[in-house]
């Protein structure tokens, strides 16, 4: 885990946000920001396409997407987004090399069979990679495993263990150093909670592994 990770940029003002989706997840939002215009850009677990709309409506991107549900696939191309029905850890080896801009993983890594993998196939075929998951190193979290000794359940762990699609659930840390050990660029990182705060771990992995509810990071290939 790097000593003085990249900073990153201030919360964003309510004025400054104009999605064509005003409930769009926090996280979409903070993703929608790091994208510029005109990208060429693959959401991977895209369900209804919220992503996918706002980047083409606002900011003119080649923005296209995988689904592994059929009937949030078969909504989003209803609404005319260029979406297919796939699955994450089989599906992405059909890409060409550097097809995309950047490949979107949002809050779907821990749902994956071969997190590691998905990775790899998502800096092969694109420039950049951006990566958002919730932590699963937060203080409530930890508090509850300790208190109860049971899984704990919050807002944004909010499935029972016998329930949930998470199955490699991971911290701020742990992401760091897998990072490190395959050799990925962390060009930009932030951690938040569910009201959108950043400060005031953006400059302290360790700060932001305890108080961050959600972690999002945007990578390279060295």
Same mark, same amino acid.
């Given at each position: 885990?790097?000593?003085?990770? $990249?900073?990153?940029?201030?919360?964003?003002?309510s004025?400054?946000?104009?999605?064509?989706?005003?409930?769009?997840?926090?996280?979409l939002?903070?993703i $929608?920001?790091?994208?510029?215009?005109g990208a060429?850009?693959?959401?991977?677990?895209?369900?209804?396409g919220?992503?996918? /709309? #706002?980047?083409?409506a606002? %900011?003119?991107?080649?923005?296209r997407?995988?689904e592994?549900d059929m /009937?949030? &696939?078969t909504? &989003?191309?209803a609404?005319?987004?260029?979406v297919i029905?796939g699955? /994450?850890?089989?599906?992405?080896?059909?890409?060409?090399?550097? &097809? @995309?801009?950047?490949?979107?993983?949002?809050r779907?890594?821990?749902?994956?069979? %071969?997190p590691r993998?998905?990775?790899?196939?998502?800096l092969?075929?694109?420039?950049?990679a951006?990566?958002?998951f919730?932590? @699963?190193?937060?203080? *409530?979290v930890?508090?509850?495993?300790?208190?109860t000794?049971?899984?704990?359940?919050?807002?944004?762990w909010?499935?029972?263990? #016998?329930?949930?699609?998470n199955?490699?659930?991971?911290? *701020?840390?742990? @992401? +760091?150093?897998l990072? /490190?050990?395959?050799g990925?660029?962390?060009e930009?990182? !932030?951690?938040v909670?569910e009201?959108g705060? %950043? $400060?005031?771990?953006r400059r302290?992995?360790?700060?932001?592994? !305890? @108080?961050g509810?959600?972690?999002? +990071?945007q990578l390279?290939r060295r």
């Amino acid at each position: 885990m790097p000593d003085s990770p $990249a900073d990153v940029r201030p919360p964003l003002r309510s004025s400054e946000i104009r999605y064509v989706a005003k409930n769009m997840r926090l996280d979409l939002r903070l993703i $929608a920001e790091m994208i510029p215009r005109g990208a060429r850009v693959l959401d991977i677990g895209c369900g209804d396409g919220a992503l996918l /709309a #706002h980047l083409t409506a606002e %900011k003119g991107a080649d923005a296209r997407g995988i689904e592994i549900d059929m /009937a949030a &696939a078969t909504q &989003a191309v209803a609404a005319g987004l260029a979406v297919i029905q796939g699955d /994450a850890d089989h599906d992405l080896a059909f890409y060409p090399d550097g &097809a @995309f801009d950047y490949v979107v993983l949002s809050r779907t890594l821990q749902a994956v069979e %071969k997190p590691r993998e998905v990775l790899r196939q998502m800096l092969r075929i694109g420039r950049h990679a951006i990566v958002s998951f919730p932590n @699963f190193g937060h203080w *409530i979290v930890r508090w509850q495993l300790l208190a109860t000794g049971r899984m704990p359940m919050t807002s944004t762990w909010h499935r029972p263990w #016998h329930e949930t699609p998470n199955i490699h659930p991971c911290t *701020i840390r742990d @992401f +760091f150093e897998l990072c /490190a050990l395959d050799g990925y660029v962390v060009e930009e990182w !932030l951690a938040v909670d569910e009201h959108g705060l %950043k $400060a005031p771990w953006r400059r302290s992995p360790r700060l932001a592994n !305890l @108080f961050g509810e959600q972690a999002l +990071f945007q990578l390279r290939r060295r």
